[in-house]
């Protein structure tokens, strides 16, 4: 799967699991599970959108719809090489007006930096030719890390994600998953210097911790606060799998990963009738996703919805150069992940979630 996270807005950044783990005392969970196995309430869920906006361009419009429906955190990603212009030289303007712009609204931001976007090595010219567990790669890292952490000191951020679906550039390329690894557990200990408090995780899709790899994202993930999922069911020619397939998803990675809080940082379902979808069925997988996730409502604590809106045709364009996938049924696949229309118009699938969200207390 690829990265999907396209942000047009206030922060305007192109293109925002596995084994039962047995943990040592060293090793301790950082997010504690609840006694309770099921709830029909929010109860300490959280509620997340990746907002895009609509063609009106109006991102307090869009973040509006997004806060009426009880949306509580959004995320934020940026590729490394966006933050750090030459060597040790940053500048990116738009952790400054996240700082001002979130805390007035009261909403948590999770935010993901990352060295690898799905398919794409996103380091630093000079560096791209260095090993992820080379002593230069980590110290360049996690001192754009603090120049990061000087520009959001308001922000109320909920967790830091190192690395976004780069479970699809490692395949099971073993020697570049333990690289990884150090690279990981090397950042974390920095991070947790500076705030002991954050949750710090890395992102694998769901493929990538119930598949062929799955033995090195278990091996990743003893290192990780939360275990973090992107999700799209789909097959191999980006046909929508049913709906219905999300229980059996959930019930896969809660039982592989038991005794671990998940989030789902990314989440989504296109109405494409290309991709053998429709509104209606978009509709549908919202649905039951909501009753997936009662049902999981101790261990799947955040599900951050992709996207408010379906992107522009440029949007598209730029994702498929990124990624270098030409096929146009990615192209629809990306064209129609919104949950309403580029013009601004409500998919049922917002409505569902709004539905949904109200019944629980959101």
């Known amino acids: ?21 047995l943990f040592s005392p060293e090793d301790p969970v950082s997010v504690p599970l609840s006694e309770e196995l099921s709830s029909t309430t929010k109860g300490a869920r959280i509620l997340g959108i990746d907002i895009t906006m609509a063609q009106d361009n109006d991102y307090d419009a869009a973040f509006s719809i997004a806060k009426d429906i009880g949306v509580q955190e959004v995320g ?41 976007h799905t398919n794409r090595l996103v380091v630093p010219d000079d560096l791209q030719h260095t090993n992820l567990d080379d002593p230069e790669m980590i110290s360049r890292f996690t001192s754009m890390l603090d120049w990061v952490f000087t520009q959001i000191p308001d922000l109320d951020l909920h967790s830091l994600v190192i690395g976004s679906e780069f479970d699809v550039y490692f395949g099971t390329d073993k020697p570049q998953w333990v690289e990884y690894e150090t690279f990981f ?17 890395a992102e694998v899709t769901f493929n990538g911790l119930t598949g062929d790899a799955k033995e090195y994202a278990q ?10 999922v992107s999700y ?31 989030y789902f940082y990314q989440l989504g379902y296109p109405s494409s009738t290309s ?14 996703v909501f009753k997936a996730w009662d049902q999981h409502a101790s261990q799947i604590r955040l599900i951050d919805f992709t996207w408010l809106h379906d992107i522009p045709p440029e949007g598209v364009m ?41 019944k629980r207390g959101w």
């Not at 942000?7 to 699991?17: D, K, N, S, T």
């Not at 929508?240 to 998803?249: N, Y």
């Open 275 to 288: 991709l053998t979808s429709s509104q209606e069925k978009q509709k549908q997988f919202i649905k039951e």
């Open 1 to 21: 799967m690829t990265r999907k996270k396209l942000r047009y807005g206030l922060v305007v950044i192109a293109v925002v699991v596995t084994v039962l783990i």
């Open 185 to 201: 557990k090397e950042v974390k200990a920095h991070i947790k210097k500076i705030n002991p408090d954050i949750i710090v995780t």
């Open 318 to 358: 730029e994702c498929t150069q990124f990624y270098g996938v030409s096929d146009y049924r990615f192209q629809e696949f990306l064209a129609t992940l919104g949950l309403r229309t580029y013009n601004g118009k409500d998919k049922e699938a917002l409505r569902a979630l709004r539905e949904e969200a109200k």
């Open 76 to 116: 934020l990603f940026f590729n490394w090489d966006s933050i750090e212009t030459s060597p040790r030289k940053y500048d990116n303007p738009n952790f400054a007006i996240a700082n001002t712009y979130y805390p007035a609204h009261n909403t948590m931001v999770s935010l993901t930096i990352t060295p690898i």
């Open 232 to 262: 799209y069911p789909l097959n191999k020619d980006y046909t929508v799998k049913a709906p219905s397939v999300v229980h059996s998803d959930f019930d896969t990675l809660t039982t592989l990963y038991k005794g671990r809080i998940i």
């Open 219 to 228: 091996s990743l993930n003893k290192y990780t606060d939360v275990i973090g």
